[in-house]
């Protein structure tokens, strides 16, 4: 499925069939995850994204091909690969990825390798990254190619469908989460992807999650309920109890003052959209106290490969809805109208 140029809709398409160049893997999609930052692509708010682009980029497939390796020295240098399923970014590509085994393809394509931030073990912040279905061709096809040092592993029996929502609205709001510390009671603005999976996540940790929803979405605030949040409310009403820390996923600048007001003295505020309205003028007070506001650019490696593992073995079930790939417009609608729970997932091929 192509995007010929943003604001029009994707086509269907006969593209050849990629070959994969030094240290990349030939991928068979599975299945492919949409998420918010395709419509901010599709709609031309992201900048120059590739022409004639593959959007998609929560990918799990399996490895249908391994390019030649890269010689050494020509990519991002071995320190670069921290996280804990890419632990040498100068390994060939045959030597860890065989035929068949299933793989993860997440929204951070490649990073340079040589800036202060790859340096720095903080790859989600490079100056020159590429990323998935926006400067690379995605999953929104039947078969993709990945840089194997940016490819993340999925164990033996995953499941394709339900793994793939983690792969960029699931890794960053569990970094998002990770800079919420040990909050105990965890406001969520927004529920939808990333929120619940993160409530099944601080659940299973202890924590209490109180969920706001667009005001008078009953549907949001049942379906919070039942994943297991303590309260669910309108995003324009105050917690029942001061919050230590809140998460904002929906695109929306007004939410802060709000979620600045919900949270009590010390306490965090993340943003964890690529993509929010301008925020409104604030008084002081709401950020005196100590509390701090910053937010969530991207994702590692390790976020995703740790929320893999973590999903497994919890486990973690994410909430689908199933669409064909030739139905991706479709399931962007879907996305855009507000009207899912969970996720909308291309469902590619069958594993
Ligand atoms: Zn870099
Ligand atoms: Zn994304």
């Not at 998460?247 to 993340?270: D, E």
Request: aromatic share 6%; proline share 8%; with cysteine.
């Amino acid at each position: 499925m192509v995007l010929d140029r943003p604001g029009s809709p994707l086509r269907l398409a006969d593209l050849p069939v990629p070959e994969p160049g030094p240290g990349q893997l030939l991928i068979r999609v599975l299945a492919c995850a949409v998420c918010r930052t395709d419509l901010h692509v599709v709609d031309g708010e992201l900048p120059n994204p590739k022409s004639a682009l593959v959007p998609g980029h929560q990918i799990v497939g399996t490895i249908a091909g391994v390019g030649p390796s890269a010689p050494l020295g020509t990519g991002p240098s071995a320190a670069l690969g921290a996280g804990p399923s890419a632990s040498s970014g100068a390994e060939p590509a045959a030597s860890r990825w065989q035929a068949g085994d299933l793989v993860g393809v997440p929204w951070l394509a490649s990073a340079c390798g040589q800036c202060r931030y790859c340096r720095d073990d903080q790859e989600n912040l490079c100056d020159r990254p590429r990323f998935t279905g926006y400067q690379v061709d995605g999953g929104f096809a039947e078969l993709t190619l990945a840089d194997h040092r940016f490819a993340v592993e999925i164990p033996r029996g995953g499941d394709p469908v339900h793994l793939s929502p983690l792969l960029c609205g699931g890794a960053i709001g569990y970094r998002a989460y990770s800079f919420a510390g040990d909050a105990r009671r965890l406001g969520l603005y927004g529920f939808g992807a990333a929120a619940h999976i993160l409530v099944q996540l601080a659940r299973s940790q202890g924590r209490e999650v109180y969920a706001f929803v667009r005001p008078g979405d009953e549907q949001a605030k049942r379906f919070a309920l039942k994943l297991g949040a303590r309260w669910a409310g309108d995003s324009s009403q105050a917690p029942p109890e001061p919050l230590d820390a809140a998460i904002i996923f929906a695109p929306v600048g007004s939410l802060v003052p709000a979620a600045l007001a919900a949270v009590r003295k010390g306490g965090t505020v993340v943003c964890g959209g690529i993509h929010m309205s301008d925020i409104p003028p604030l008084p002081y007070s709401l950020l005196w106290g100590e509390r701090v506001l910053r937010s969530v650019a991207n994702l590692k490696r390790s976020d995703a490969s740790q929320l893999i593992a973590l999903a497994m073995a919890i486990p973690i079930r994410t909430e689908v809805r199933r669409f064909r790939l030739e139905e991706a417009n479709e399931a962007l609608l879907a996305l855009r109208c507000g009207k899912l729970s969970g996720s909308a997932v291309l469902e590619v091929a069958s594993s």
